[in-house]
């Protein structure tokens, strides 16, 4: 199996950046995505990257985060720009190596 470790989710204003990393235990060869879930709201998917690094995004991320991968870190980065307070929850992680394998979540808070 697989262990991920999310970091970089704190608090920011409108209009402000955060750029989030995911680390893996190990080599990952599938895909990678982001998931984010606000209270109250079921989990989203928010941006995903394939291997080869094809990448996919919800309709209301488009043109304001980006999805990004380093193989050799072993290392998935999700570049959030132009933050809105819609974009407030706890930020996840996921893959599947053998199973559904998830972090642990970050908070992001957009508020001024």
């Known amino acids: 199996q697989v262990q991920l470790v999310e970091s970089g989710g704190g608090l920011v204003q409108p209009g402000g950046s955060l750029r989030l990393s995911c680390v893996a235990s190990r080599s990952i060869a599938s895909t990678m995505r982001w998931y984010r879930q606000a209270p109250g709201k079921q989990r989203e998917l928010v941006a995903g990257?394939?291997?080869?690094?094809?990448?996919n995004y919800a309709d209301s991320v488009k043109g304001r985060f980006t999805i990004s991968r380093d193989n050799a870190k072993n290392t998935v980065y999700l570049q959030m720009n132009s933050l809105k307070a819609e974009d407030t929850a706890v930020y996840y992680c996921?893959?599947?190596?053998?199973?559904?394998?998830w972090g642990q979540g970050t908070q992001v808070t957009v508020s001024s």
């Open positions: 996921y893959t599947y190596f053998l199973r559904d394998c």
């Open positions: 990257i394939t291997s080869g690094g094809s990448t």
